[in-house]
């Protein structure tokens, strides 16, 4: 079945470091790939998306690549904020349905 | 535009009993779809449905289930609650459509505490 595997946190960063969260997935098809933060106590908030090969998606300084070759969907930063403390969620959907399989999500702690 | 509503957002209960939560989609959006996030398992996909079917069914007991109205709202429901039960029930609301097209849209999420 579909799966994704990303990185374990927590991870924690000083402000302006560089982000990179790693992600890979198996599927069958072409998924469409996704990241997804949650705040504290809230829920998730779609942060960008990218639907065929080598689409980046990107959104608020995050950008992923979606690499077929590789299976994978790393999200990156450049210079992360203490706001951008949150977890953060991979995550896949396959074929024609709204299932959407995530993995066990990386929590980022941004110290000042 | 209104986003995705839940209610309650908090609720505890015993084991034993049922319960019944609420999701409201965004006004336009027909498909509803329902997660458990838990510290153990992370997320997980409980079912989807569209036009007041189920379209899709993860990999849970029987004693989930769920139901959409006519104008979208959909509850979900879980029979003789037990421990491991306690988790926070996240719902998406999504346009039904071509795969570019249908992002799904949280919900805040209701908090189940079973004792």
């Known amino acids: 079945g579909d799966s994704v595997t990303q990185m374990e946190g927590p991870v924690t960063l000083s402000e302006e470091a560089c982000l990179t969260i790693n992600c890979t997935y198996t599927a069958t098809g072409y998924p469409s790939l996704f990241w997804y933060v949650q705040y504290p106590g809230e829920g998730l908030q779609l942060l960008l998306k990218a639907t065929k090969a080598d689409d980046k998606g990107s959104n608020k300084g995050f950008e992923a690549t979606y690499r077929k070759e590789t299976t994978s969907f790393h999200l990156e930063k450049g210079s992360v904020q203490v706001s951008d403390s949150a977890v953060y969620f991979c995550a896949l959907r396959a074929g024609g349905y709204q299932k959407v399989t995530f993995g066990t999500g990386t929590k980022l702690q941004v110290i000042p | 535009k209104a986003g995705v509503t839940q209610t309650p957002r908090y609720l505890i209960k015993t084991r034993g009993q049922q319960v019944t939560l609420s999701c409201s989609p965004i006004s336009g959006h027909r498909s509803v779809s329902w997660y458990q996030q838990t510290p153990g398992q992370g997320l997980q996909f409980l079912f989807e449905?569209?036009?007041?079917?189920?379209?899709n069914k993860g990999n849970f007991p029987g004693r989930f289930s769920g139901r959409q109205f006519s104008n979208s709202r959909s509850e979900m429901n879980v029979s003789t609650l037990e421990l491991g039960d306690s988790a926070l029930y996240l719902c998406?609301?999504?346009?039904?459509?071509?795969?570019?097209?249908?992002?799904?849209?949280f919900g805040p999420g209701t908090r189940l505490t079973v004792l």
């Open positions: 998406a609301s999504s346009l039904p459509g071509t795969r570019t097209k249908n992002e799904q849209f």
């Open positions: 449905y569209f036009s007041e079917t189920q379209r």
